[in-house]
T-cell receptor
Framework: AQSVTQLGSHVSVSEGALVLLRCNYSSSVPPYLFWYVQYPNQGLQLLLK??????LVKGINGFEAEFKKSETSFHLTKPSAHMSDAAEYFCAVSHTGTASKLTFGTGTRLQVTL | EPEVTQTPSHQVTQMGQEVILRCVPI?????FYWYRQILGQKVEFLVSFYNNEISEKSEIFDDQFSVERPDGSNFTLKIRSTKLEDSAMYFCASESGAGGNEQFFGPGTRLTVL
């Protein structure tokens, strides 16, 4: 079975500050890992994904994440927060291969203040 | 840019009634999914579908649920006799099958059971 733990249901940062959203996973097989963002009243948009190539993955909107097998982590970072980054962020894990279900974490709501 | 669409955006129904949630996946995608998100909780996998068959289903997906791809474009989720606890946001997703397990999500249907 696979699972994802996201530490911190709410994170607040100042505009221009570093964003760090934490994700730890559990998987008995090598995983694929994903970060999705959900803006209010919208669906889930893929930010980035790790699929066993480079461990440092760059995504859209300046976000990146690093896969650390030894720490079973896939934390999401952005050097400088923007007001438009305020949203809910979900980490997810799946088996490798096609048509594998996504198992999501509970989400982290990012608030960006002036 | 191709996108997954879902109708209706909001459905209100009485307990015990049947509902059908509709999705139009991205053209040429081969794998289809339904997920749900109860208010304030994480996104949960319901079912995956490929080649006109269910590939995998969760324990949530009991006999009250069914899926169908009736015409080669639509992908539907039917709940035969809705319960109060079925109130949730239901997301459809599709995947090309080209590898990487990248799932594209629709905007969701909010189901309210009274």
């Amino acid at each position: 079975a696979q699972s994802v733990t996201q530490l911190g249901s709410h994170v607040s940062v100042s505009e221009g500050a570093l964003v760090l959203l934490r994700c730890n996973y559990s998987s008995s097989v090598p995983p694929y890992l994903f970060w999705y963002v959900q803006y209010p009243n919208q669906g889930l948009q893929l930010l980035l994904k790790y699929t066993s190539a480079a461990t440092l993955v760059k995504g859209i909107n300046g976000f990146e994440a690093e896969f650390k097998k030894s720490e079973t982590s896939f934390h999401l970072t952005k050097p400088s927060a923007h007001m438009s980054d305020a949203a809910e962020y979900f980490c997810a894990v799946s088996h490798t291969g096609t048509a594998s279900k996504l198992t999501f974490g509970t989400g982290t709501r990012l608030q960006v203040t002036l | 840019e191709p996108e997954v669409t879902q109708t209706p955006s909001h459905q209100v129904t009485q307990m015990g009634q049947e509902v059908i949630l509709r999705c139009v996946p991205i053209s040429n995608h081969l794998y289809f999914y339904w997920y749900r998100q109860i208010l304030g909780q994480k996104v949960e996998f319901l079912v995956s579908f490929y080649n006109n068959e269910i590939s995998e289903k969760s324990e949530i997906f009991d006999d009250q649920f069914s899926v169908e791809r009736p015409d080669g474009s639509n992908f539907t989720l039917k709940i035969r006799s809705t319960k109060l606890e079925d109130s949730a946001m239901y997301f459809c997703a599709s995947e090309s099958g080209a590898g990487g397990n990248e799932q594209f999500f629709g905007p969701g249907t909010r189901l309210t059971v009274l």
